[in-house]
């Protein structure tokens, strides 16, 4: 039986680093979803969609993998409530080019709740990562508008969660990593806006002391976000570009449909070209980029202000075949600013700067989901290219300073967090852990959760 699976070894997750021999299967209906389940003979199993999760949370190596690209129907839209409910493998690209930008009743629009950085994740995938974005100081994390889910549990067939009837489950699943089952459909509520259209203005701060200042006085702005010079040291530290924005009036009168990618990375080349001499040139370019006045108001489409990579397709590779590692934490709100500041100390330091370095701050409303990593504070948000022992070295020396902060790692971005650091950092993992499926694992999984706790624990007080 698991013969009829083809193998695979391109199923990579968006990072790159990690490679592994996977089983895979492609169902077209829930249907097929449930008879590959059924007939995985002994193989670990784990959903896949479009691969956006940048370490091994999305793989599952030696295991089964079900794609979820085949389960992408659009089941049902209230125009008046802002309700839809579609299949797991439907992306939010999908969304925006169908139900996003659709009049409401009172003259707004309809518009995604919460999106992370790209729009190219499923909404499945947005579930099991419970994804925020630039407005969670007003609108949280993805979870908590979902309003019920459809699992397909290897031990109880179909499963119907709202966070009423099978609420355990429900809030395992959201943030869960695709472990407590394969999510066959989610049932969202939509957020009114004006338009789709966004004011933006972007400033230029001098310092951390500058981010947090800005950060405090844009409390009335829907999405607040900031690109960090990690290469700043000394009075400099922490320099950078804050970036505010809020939706402008004009109903559906001015909705752009976000097209295909303007550019794209046709292929990997052999040496990444993001060395340590181009990313100078960028930091200084873009620190430059709002001249003399260092402040810019301009009107954009709220797509293009949420998903600036999204113009450049395959960007990944361009960090070459060795790939690249991404870290982000957050820390608390009383810890931030000192542990920030020991971050950027750390990585200038180092030498090993990020190309994509990103500051923000995290409002209090609380994420739904056992193992969500949304919380109050302060995250940053790190690409750094794969140098094997020194890359490695560097990332355990900032595993230090979040630990030391009481703050934790965004699993949906990690390809080697320590399971005493997950342990610390996600208190509720042990409630979390009974509510996985018996058949559902991923190489995170197997990393964090079957090391030997005394040793951690010995490790975690030395």
């Not at 439907?90 to 919460?114: I, K, N």
């Not at 990579?309 to 690249?324: C, E, T, V």
């Not at 600013?337 to 100390?345: K, T």
Request: aromatic share 8%.
């Amino acid at each position: 039986m698991v013969s009829r699976f083809p193998e695979s070894e391109t199923h990579l997750s968006w990072g790159r680093v990690l490679r592994a021999r996977h089983r895979i299967a492609r169902p077209s209906s829930p249907e097929a979803a449930e008879e590959a389940l059924a007939r995985r003979g002994g193989l670990s199993v784990l959903a896949f969609g479009l691969g956006r999760s940048y370490g091994d949370s999305c793989l599952n190596p030696d295991g089964l993998l079900i794609e979820t690209r085949g389960l992408d129907r659009l089941l049902a839209f209230d125009p008046t409530r802002g309700i839809l409910r579609a299949e797991a493998g439907v992306s939010l690209a999908d969304l925006l080019a169908t139900v996003v930008g659709r009049p409401t009743p009172d003259g707004g629009v309809w518009c995604l709740p919460v999106s992370p950085g790209t729009r190219f994740v499923t909404l499945g995938g947005a579930v099991a990562n419970d994804v925020h974005g630039k407005n969670h100081g007003v609108a949280g994390s993805f979870g908590r508008h979902v309003r019920a889910l459809t699992l397909l549990r290897s031990d109880r067939g179909r499963v119907e969660c709202t966070p009423e009837h099978n609420g355990e489950l429900f809030r395992a699943t959201i943030g869960g990593l695709g472990l407590t089952g394969l999510i066959l459909e989610v049932t969202l509520q939509l957020e009114r806006v004006e338009g789709l259209l966004l004011e933006v203005e972007e400033i230029r701060f001098e310092d951390l002391e500058g981010f947090y200042r800005l950060a405090e006085e844009s409390a009335g702005w829907t999405y607040t976000v900031a690109w960090v010079d990690c290469l700043a040291r000394g009075r400099n530290l922490g320099r950078g570009i804050f970036s505010r924005a809020r939706h402008l009036p004009g109903g559906a009168e001015h909705v752009e449909r976000p097209g295909p990618p303007r550019l794209s990375v046709p292929v990997t080349p052999p040496l990444s070209p993001l060395g340590r001499a181009s990313l100078t040139a960028f930091n200084a370019l873009i620190w430059r980029r709002l001249g003399l006045a260092g402040r810019r108001v301009r009107t954009v489409p709220w797509h293009r202000f949420l998903y600036p990579l999204d113009s450049i397709g395959a960007w990944n590779r361009l960090y070459g075949p060795r790939g690249f590692w991404q870290y982000q934490c957050v820390v608390p709100p009383a810890e931030a600013p000192r542990a920030v500041a020991r971050l950027l100390e750390t990585i200038a330091h180092s030498g090993q700067g990020s190309f994509l370095a990103v500051l923000k701050t995290m409002g209090p409303l609380p994420s739904p989901g056992l193992l969500s990593f949304p919380m109050e504070g302060t995250t940053l948000a790190l690409d750094f290219p794969n140098r094997g022992s020194p890359t490695l070295e560097l990332l355990a020396r900032l595993d230090r300073i979040v630990l030391e902060a009481g703050g934790r790692l965004y699993p949906a971005k990690d390809g080697r967090m320590p399971a005493h650091l997950f342990r610390v950092g996600f208190p509720n993992w042990r409630a979390f852990a009974e509510l996985v499926d018996p058949a559902f694992s991923s190489a995170f999984w197997r990393r964090v959760d079957t090391a030997d706790e005394r040793a951690q624990v010995m490790e975690l007080a030395a």
